[in-house]
Nanobody, 118 residues
């Protein structure tokens, strides 16, 4: 099995910054795409950023210019640098990873809370 553990969330003021990290561990043959999603109560989970094994990135329009996703393949870790935080960014942030052994499996972390409030 593969375990994903997010960290770095917390309470910040509007305009502040956070860096989230997600480390994958376990039986990993190859990590393909990794991504960050967020979910607020009563809302569906949405993708905010993703990055392929080749380093190609994609962002939701609402976070472009503020969020930066990166990865360290040697550490099987994905990061999300979040700048200029807005109250509407408040959510539980989850990372996921597509991991291949014989076939592709998608794993999810437990989530880390990001709260943006004055």
């Amino acid at each position: 099995q593969v375990q994903l553990v997010e960290s770095g969330g917390g309470l910040v003021q509007p305009g502040g910054s956070l860096r989230l990290s997600c480390a994958a561990s376990g039986t990993i043959f190859k990590v393909y795409a990794m991504g960050w999603y967020r979910q607020a109560p009563g809302k569906q989970r949405e993708m905010v950023a993703s990055i392929t094994d080749r380093g190609s990135t994609n962002y939701a329009d609402s976070v472009k210019g503020r969020f930066t996703i990166s990865r360290d393949n040697a550490k099987n870790t994905v990061y999300l640098q979040i700048n200029s935080l807005k109250p509407e960014d408040t959510a539980v942030y989850y990372c996921n990873a597509d991991v291949g052994d014989s076939i592709l499996h998608t794993y999810w972390g437990q989530g880390t809370q990001v709260t943006v409030s004055s």
